[in-house]
């Protein structure tokens, strides 16, 4: 009975964005492949030379990225070659260099870029300098991108625009803003990210202190069906749970009890939201979980 | 001391959260489901499996990838004493949204009343149990409690048990 409950909710999407960046402008050699620990560790080097905006953009990613729990994916190829020999992925954005140094397949940048478009579903910036501006526009004005542009999978950026790192960090972030919908005893939610929980790889902690029951209460008390930051914070006021906290502020625990105020002294009461804003949620999932926890 | 007499100064036994009032009780199924057959049976003293053990120069920091869980529960008269490594997936909890990854307190009592429970780090090399009562599902309130799970740990074999609930205050 139990699993036949519990494997109802498998079709799941999770709330992630892949974005990828093929560009050989990186201040790397010998590599065909970036990981994100990797560029992370690159945007930290100065020796970008005129590849400040390629900077930028990876910089700008890893932290949208870092502050969304790393739900943001990105990885960089050295040339389009080593783009379609890596392992797939659903690709939501590519950034896309016109100009190599160095490729050895003999295609021109026209037809990878139709070969990218035509093989995955992402949406492609092509993102190059100001002098290739004039040839890229005269390129993808070819009939064959028609349907593309269209579709409002190609977009022409210059690298030498501020705007343009901008201009896809929106992007990306409407994508991740949207949400992740999801089924949650059997009722349709939307999770959508905020400072509490990113997504539904996060949702057993507010499960967790509030309650199944409690959340889907407080959602139709408010006529919602999304969880977000406001409904969050309604469900932790409303909340009728406490925890505990020491004088000195070296303890927070999720009973009041002997063996606590033995070390700690006397503990006062902290209401669910207040503790929800002081520490947040993860620290009061692990307090309820473990008994207590050390605040400093 | 008896076994008797230990199982009364532990006890009563709780149901799950049942000393922490103040929280949210309700186990979701997940969280129930028996993993007890899965786990070492430390009834019997010895070094649990798998051999997941800290070294000597990691008593300090006790890391938590190398945690067990324990639990001590009465079942149809007997005395259950359990282990399992914190790390173990919960299949069917990664299945569904809002699903703990992995296993819990709950799933060595598979979400019945248990007498007392919380982490532990084992170092093969010294022979010492370091443990500590951090469960808010069965964990101890008591002074009482606490000594006679220090003392259980001791009974069934472990000769040298080091208390490490306020571990990380040192850190």
């Known amino acids: 009975m139990i699993s036949q409950e519990l494997t109802k909710h498998k079709n799941k999407k999770m709330a992630t964005v892949n974005?990828?960046?093929?560009?050989?402008?990186?201040?790397?050699?010998?590599?065909?492949?970036?990981?994100?620990?990797?560029?992370?560790?690159?945007?930290?080097?100065?020796?970008?030379?005129?590849?400040t905006s390629l900077r930028d953009l990876n910089m700008q990613l890893i932290l949208k990225s870092i502050h969304w729990k790393k739900r943001i994916h990105l990885n960089a190829f050295y040339n389009p070659e080593f783009f379609f020999t890596a392992e797939k992925r659903k690709w939501d954005f590519l950034a896309f260099d016109w100009e190599y140094k160095m490729q050895q397949s003999g295609k021109s940048s026209e037809v990878y870029l139709l070969e990218i478009l035509e093989t995955t579903r992402a949406k492609v910036f092509v993102f190059s300098g100001w002098e290739t501006e004039d040839h890229i526009s005269s390129m993808i004005s070819d009939s064959v991108f028609d349907r593309y542009k269209k579709a409002n999978r190609l977009e022409l950026l210059r690298k030498s625009e501020d705007r343009s790192v901008v201009k896809?960090?929106?992007?990306?972030?409407?994508?991740?803003e949207?949400?992740?919908?999801?089924?949650?005893?059997?009722?349709?939610?939307?999770?959508?990210?905020?400072?509490?929980?990113?997504?539904?790889?996060?949702?057993?902690?507010?499960?967790?202190l509030i309650g199944a029951d409690n959340i889907l209460s407080v959602l139709k008390e408010m006529n919602s069906n999304t969880v977000d930051e406001g409904t969050i914070q309604f469900m932790f006021e409303k909340s009728r749970y406490n925890f505990f906290i020491d004088n000195h502020k070296s303890i927070l625990s999720a009973s009041n009890n002997q063996l606590i105020n033995e070390k700690f002294g006397e503990l006062k009461a902290l209401s669910m939201i207040d503790a929800l804003n002081i520490f947040g949620i993860e620290k009061l999932e692990e307090t309820k979980e473990k008994g207590y926890s050390k605040i400093k | 001391m008896s076994i008797e007499i230990l199982i009364e100064q532990m006890g009563p036994e709780t149901k799950p959260f049942g000393r922490k009032p103040e929280v949210n009780q309700i186990v979701p199924d997940e969280e129930k489901i028996d993993f007890s057959e899965q786990a070492f049976n430390?009834?019997?003293?010895?070094?649990?499996?798998?051999?997941?053990?800290?070294?000597?120069?990691?008593?300090?920091?006790?890391?938590?990838?190398?945690?067990?869980?324990?639990?001590?529960?009465?079942?149809?008269?007997?005395?259950?004493?359990?282990?399992?490594?914190?790390?173990?997936?919960?299949?069917?909890?990664?299945?569904?949204?809002?699903?703990?990854?992995?296993?819990?307190?709950?799933?060595?009592?598979?979400?019945?009343?248990?007498?007392?429970?919380?982490e532990c780090w084992w170092c093969e090399d010294s022979k010492t149990m370091y443990v500590n009562r951090k469960s808010g599902r069965y964990g101890a309130i008591t002074k009482a409690q606490w000594d006679a799970v220090l003392k259980f740990f001791e009974f069934v074999g472990y000769e040298k048990v080091v208390d490490s609930n306020f571990i990380e205050w040192n850190n």
């Open chain 1, 178 to 208: 949207k949400g992740e919908e999801v089924v949650f005893e059997n009722v349709p939610l939307i999770i959508k990210p905020s400072k509490h929980i990113v997504d539904s790889e996060d949702f057993w902690v507010l499960k967790s």
């Open chain 1, 19 to 51: 974005f990828g960046i093929i560009d050989d402008g990186y201040p790397v050699t010998g590599k065909t492949k970036l990981e994100f620990d990797e560029i992370q560790q690159l945007t930290s080097v100065d020796e970008w030379d005129i590849e």
């Open chain 2, 42 to 118: 430390a009834i019997k003293d010895g070094s649990p499996e798998p051999k997941i053990y800290i070294q000597l120069d990691e008593v300090e920091k006790l890391p938590k990838d190398k945690m067990f869980i324990w639990l001590v529960y009465l079942k149809t008269g007997d005395v259950y004493f359990k282990m399992i490594p914190d790390n173990t997936e919960n299949p069917e909890g990664k299945k569904i949204v809002g699903g703990r990854r992995n296993v819990c307190h709950t799933n060595l009592s598979a979400g019945e009343k248990a007498l007392q429970g919380g």
């Open chain 1, 168 to 176: 896809m960090l929106e992007k990306v972030t409407f994508l991740f």
